[in-house]
């Protein structure tokens, strides 16, 4: 009989997200009256942009033409699309970075879990605790972790820990490690990293040969000008960082499926004999093996978010995401429950009543309330005793699921 990857039976219970699903496909059969909402994952509800609509129409007609018509397309993605997101998303913040250096693809999710691919076994990794789950998952089931202890953490990992004491941002670690997993504006929290901050770990990073893989899927949600939205934005970045961006929260291609991966020229890991080698060679001979390429048709709706009319639409969408952000801490904060995030980014992170831990708080908003939410020990240990409410989601949903939160 053929044998399975045992890594995969290493993997705690479910993952987070199809356990909220199970828990609350049960609990709306038994109470099929009951009008669940849903501020859990983070997934956007209103519609892609006019701009996109328009391109990604106007795609469609030219592909009903032989002129117009288009098949396999670069692995990398296409040209025009990654010259407009070189130029208007790093270029104009004073990243040097090229055309070159972008890889489209069809989800951060996707290319931080790939990225593993082209990288040794022998790693030492680091993780945030609370973390996005994949960052973790994926590691374990490609073999790179040992088993869970009793409150879910896989030996082979290095946790850092990010709590209320250290504004949600993770120390330095003490030891050394080779592959740093960074989030900011960060998932679940909603906390933010300062230059000097990311200054902190890019010179860590360089002064000890890590990789820094930074998660920057929340950028466009940065309401300070002084921000960071890149860690290309730090000198020395080039040296050790792969970037993750995507278009799924800014423009609403959750259900359309693009992003893009930054992998810099000359950016060096080293082989098992020693020698130098760099990872772009790396990453684009896998995506040219595993990977056919993001349509033409979503690609040229990707483009238009950088038309003027594309910016103004995409602006919009974001600011309606962080009025539904605030509102949510204004009313928390109302019925005297402590938050953080929500003002840098889509998540408000809070921590639970006394008494209930984050799956019985998660139990008890379901059933009483009718709303749902994401358990914070399902991002980590470290996020025991805390809950992640999600802005995305109608005006009218979110000021409902608060009001329904204050009558409890």
């Known amino acids: 009989m053929v044998q399975v990857n045992g890594n995969y039976l290493k993997l705690k219970a479910g993952y987070l997200f199809p356990e909220i699903a199970r828990r609350v496909k049960a609990f709306s059969e038994a109470n099929p009256e009951a009008q669940v909402i849903r501020l859990g994952i983070g997934d956007v509800t209103e519609p892609l942009p006019e701009a996109c609509r328009t391109a990604m129409k106007a795609a469609i007609d030219a592909m009903g033409t032989s002129e117009g018509f288009h098949g396999y397309g670069p692995e990398q993605g296409y040209p025009w699309l990654r010259e407009a997101i070189a130029r208007h998303d790093f270029q104009s913040r004073g990243c040097e970075v090229s055309a070159e250096e972008i890889f ?242 889509p998540y408000v992170w809070l921590k639970t009543p006394e008494g209930l831990d984050s799956w019985g708080f998660f139990d008890q908003l379901l059933q009483r309330a009718h709303v749902v939410g994401t358990p914070g020990s399902g991002f980590g240990a470290a996020g025991e005793g805390y809950f992640r409410l999600s802005a995305f989601n109608s005006r009218a949903n979110v000021e409902e699921a608060m009001r329904r939160v204050r009558a409890l």
Not at 305 to 312: D, F, I, R
């Open 104 to 345: 489209i693809s069809d989800g951060s999710k996707c290319d931080s879990s790939n990225i593993l691919d082209i990288l040794g076994e022998g790693n030492r990794i680091a993780v945030t605790d609370p973390v996005y789950p994949v960052y973790v998952d994926s590691n374990v089931m490609a073999g790179r972790t040992g088993d869970a202890d009793g409150v879910g953490r896989y030996g082979g990992l290095t946790y850092l820990p990010i709590t209320a004491a250290n504004g949600f941002t993770a120390e330095i670690p003490s030891g050394k490690v080779d592959l740093i997993y960074l989030c900011f504006p960060n998932n679940p929290t909603g906390a933010v990293a300062s230059r000097e901050q990311l200054k902190a770990w890019v010179d860590y990073a360089r002064a000890s040969g890590a990789l820094i893989l930074f998660d920057a899927a929340y950028e466009a949600f940065i309401q300070d000008p002084e921000l960071p939205h890149s860690i290309y934005e730090i000198e020395g970045a080039r040296e050790c960082a792969i970037e993750f961006r995507s278009f799924s929260k800014n423009a609403g291609f959750t259900g359309t499926r693009c992003a893009l991966t930054v992998v810099p020229r000359g950016l060096m890991g080293t082989a098992a004999d020693g020698e130098k080698v760099e990872l772009w060679g790396l990453w684009n001979r896998r995506q040219c093996t595993k990977f056919n390429g993001v349509s033409y048709i979503v690609q040229r709706g990707a483009e238009a978010v950088y038309s003027p009319e594309g910016q103004a639409q995409v602006k919009a969408l974001t600011a309606f995401y962080m009025e539904n952000a605030a509102i949510i801490r204004r009313e928390l904060t109302a019925a005297g429950i402590q938050v953080y995030g929500g003002e840098q980014a």
